[in-house]
């Protein structure tokens, strides 16, 4: 449907499950494309790049063929490299004085640290233009995280939002963001907002050594709260994913040493199974796993064929409970369909296959993501992908329907 080339090299791509309606009426997808790039000094520089994608005036049109555009984009700039960044809503701190949306952004940085942004909404109902910039991105917190002096080169690689953690009430509201480094280290946060503060104030809880290869510190590439509010899973390099409970990390609670052969890349809880959780390996393969049943004994309830590219992001379909789409790096994006997904047997097993495959993309495709929103002929609603890929500066809208 669309393709762009980026100023710098594309790590995470992430938009919301529906799209925000503006002032003027107007719906979007607010989407982001999070930079890194390696400078010839050494250093790691950034950029997140926030596309207002419109979504198709459907009551104008009898056309089912809908292309997308991603339109102009709000930069945010003069940022360290960002290797991950995750949305959550807040809808009791949307202001409509202060453009405010209840959006925020978090971004994982090749600094170490953690920035929140706060996504703002245009107050111009007249402004229809197709230039138009209906959208800005403010940055609103910033961990500012002291660095281990023993090791001053650690990367924030993955980060996830607590989406069930305290409710919010008329005082404030807090968020726990979980958060993995590239020496080994996980670390768990507490968002604190405040509904007369807009800069929310973020406070590390505690870290420990969560992965280890050869005794010497691996890479944590995924991170996730799964399953109820105490329960975070991790992979790292030594192709382990581990079951921890964030009020005793001493020790993980399980660990799955032999359900891939290489490293674990991504971890992807279910959004409305609390139970379920895909991962992905660099060694081609996806997992589904039940975070009730976890045991170095029992396979995982259902296990890809090999996908044609290390698994990189793993994003559930917002509406269909059985389909995923998946960033394989140098195998391009798919489509997989995940069936008996409603089998009532004590002990289902689920089939994964591949139903469409994206292969536009000439180098590591690292970023995906749904762009849903309802529509009256589609099944309900309509739907297309947004992808982005590391070397070749490439992103793409395209039909997640046609054959």
């Not at 090299?9 to 503006?22: D, G, K, Q």
């Not at 390099?237 to 079951?243: N, S, T, V």
Request: charged share 20%; net charge negative.
């Amino acid at each position: 449907m669309d393709h762009i080339e980026m100023p710098m090299n594309p790590c995470s791509l992430e938009t919301i499950s529906e799209p925000v309606e503006l002032p003027s009426g107007r719906r979007v997808w607010p989407l982001v494309v999070a930079c890194y790039e390696l400078q010839s000094d050494g250093s790691r520089q950034g950029r997140l790049d926030l596309f207002p994608v419109k979504v198709p005036d459907f009551q104008h049109s009898s056309n089912l063929s809908f292309p997308l555009r991603f339109g102009s984009s709000i930069p945010t700039t003069n940022l360290s490299g960002i290797l991950d960044g995750k949305w959550i809503h807040l809808p009791s701190h949307s202001s409509k004085s202060f453009g405010e949306s209840g959006y925020y952004f978090a971004a994982a940085h090749s600094s170490g640290d953690i920035s929140i942004h706060s996504l703002l909404l245009s107050q111009e109902e007249e402004q229809q233009q197709e230039e138009s910039q209906p959208l800005k991105l403010k940055m609103v917190s910033n961990t500012n995280l002291d660095r281990d002096p023993s090791d001053p080169s650690s990367l924030c690689l993955a980060l996830s939002w607590d989406k069930t953690s305290t409710a919010t009430d008329d005082v404030s509201s807090s968020r726990q963001i979980l958060s993995s480094y590239s020496n080994g280290i996980v670390k768990l946060h507490n968002c604190c907002f405040q509904p007369n503060n807009h800069n929310p104030q973020l406070f590390e809880e505690s870290s420990w050594l969560a992965h280890t290869l050869f005794n010497t510190p691996s890479e944590v590439w995924a991170a996730s709260f799964v399953g109820n509010h105490h329960a975070i899973m991790t992979g790292g390099d030594d192709a382990k994913l581990k079951l921890w409970d964030t009020r005793a990390t001493t020790r993980p609670m399980q660990v799955l040493g032999n359900h891939f052969e290489a490293g674990v890349t991504v971890i992807s809880p279910h959004p409305t199974n609390d139970n379920l959780v895909a991962c992905g390996s660099y060694d081609e393969t996806i997992g589904i796993y039940d975070v009730r049943a976890l045991s170095s004994k029992n396979k995982p309830m259902g296990k890809s064929a090999p996908l044609g590219g290390g698994i990189w992001r793993i994003k559930w379909h917002p509406l269909e409970d059985d389909r995923l789409l998946v960033a394989a790096m140098h195998g391009g994006c798919r489509i997989v369909k995940m069936d008996q997904l409603n089998d009532t047997d004590h002990n289902p097993r689920f089939v994964l296959t591949a139903t469409k495959q994206f292969t536009e993309h000439k180098s590591m495709a690292y970023g995906a993501d749904w762009l849903v929103c309802n529509h009256p002929t589609r099944e309900g609603y309509f739907e297309a992908a947004a992808s982005c890929s590391f070397y070749d500066k490439a992103a793409f809208l395209w039909d997640t329907v046609a054959a």
